[in-house]
């Protein structure tokens, strides 16, 4: 199994990095499986009863901002000062050791790959990025980086004034990041990273592809979906998917029950 996943990541010449939250847990990040994995990571919520999803509304915003920007205000703090683990160096390393061309697809919101030095035109966040802020109503289309210092009551989950704010009409504001029953997301800078990747996709299809697909999730199954996607359409794709708990694809794909860490370092070992 490893030795397979080697051999690929020694011929390829186009590396595509699929990650959802999984691929954060060894740098110390929680995912959100489950009201379980969620209630762990933030105790508060557990004692309020409200999963994810409840959290994650944008309706916070214009009825209790302070809710909204202690759960958001937390996880930028948190994104802000996690270190990226060595695997995202390793993968890297596999990049300019082939010469290959790399694209990153994730659904993290967390900024990791551009903090470890991935190139920011050759990614793209499908659920947008935690460090740009938007209006909440939106009184326009504007987006404009977070350089907030949002300070948070740990206990309560509640931040502390000021607030945020648009700089056009003076609402609060919000991060540029979809949410659940969310209308207002202001995704052109994904649209424009996604014509990227096509871009990227169209260019390189007929060449060998490997997709390393890191810790995403089947409850949102897009980035699992993507990395499927690929590697039936390209002829000479072959995803490597790890995951210690859901790691299941078909032959000739390549399943590896592993943490991310580990299973990058293994492979490493064997190249
Ligand atoms: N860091 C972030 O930006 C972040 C964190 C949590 C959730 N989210 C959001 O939540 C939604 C759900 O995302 P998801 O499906 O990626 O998350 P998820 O929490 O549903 O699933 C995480 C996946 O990672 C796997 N995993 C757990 N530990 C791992 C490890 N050490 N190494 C590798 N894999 C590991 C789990 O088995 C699971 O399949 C997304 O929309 C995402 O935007 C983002
Ligand atoms: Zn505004």
């Known amino acids: 199994m490893f030795n397979h996943a080697a051999a690929i990541v020694r011929e390829t010449e186009v590396f595509i990095i699929t ?10 990040l929680p995912d959100f499986r489950g009201d379980h994995g969620f209630w ?7 004692r309020l009863g409200l999963s994810f999803a409840d959290c994650a509304n944008p309706q916070h915003f214009a009825h209790d901002p302070s809710f909204a920007w202690g759960f958001y205000g937390h996880r930028t703090n948190l994104y802000r000062t996690v270190i990226p683990h060595e695997g995202f160096h390793i993968i890297k390393e596999w990049i300019a050791r082939n010469g290959a061309n790399c694209f990153v697809v994730t659904s993290n919101v967390d ?30 289309n504007a987006i404009w980086v977070n350089d907030e210092i949002v300070r948070i009551d740990e206990t309560t989950m ?51 592809i490997a997709v390393i697909e890191i810790g995403a999730g089947s409850a949102i199954a897009t980035i699992r979906a993507t990395s499927e996607r690929i590697g039936w359409n390209c002829e000479h794709a072959t995803v490597i998917r790890i995951n210690p708990r859901e790691p299941e694809i078909i032959s000739p794909h390549i399943s590896l029950p592993y943490t991310a860490l580990e299973a990058v370092q293994k492979i490493n070992a064997l190249l």
């Open 19 to 28: 990650a959802g939250a999984g691929m954060g847990v060894d740098s110390g």
């Open 40 to 46: 762990k990571a933030y105790p508060a919520y557990s």
């Open 111 to 140: 900024g990791q790959f551009q903090k470890a030095g991935y190139a920011e035109d050759r990614i793209l966040e499908v659920h947008g990025s935690i460090h740009w802020l938007q209006c909440q109503k939106p009184c326009r």
């Open 158 to 208: 509640r931040a502390f004034p000021p607030l945020p704010r648009c700089p056009d009409c003076g609402e609060v504001s919000r991060p540029n990041i979809l949410m659940f029953g969310d209308w207002a997301w202001q995704q052109d800078r994904t649209l424009k990273q996604e014509q990227a990747f096509n871009r990227f996709l169209m260019h390189n299809a007929d060449r060998r």
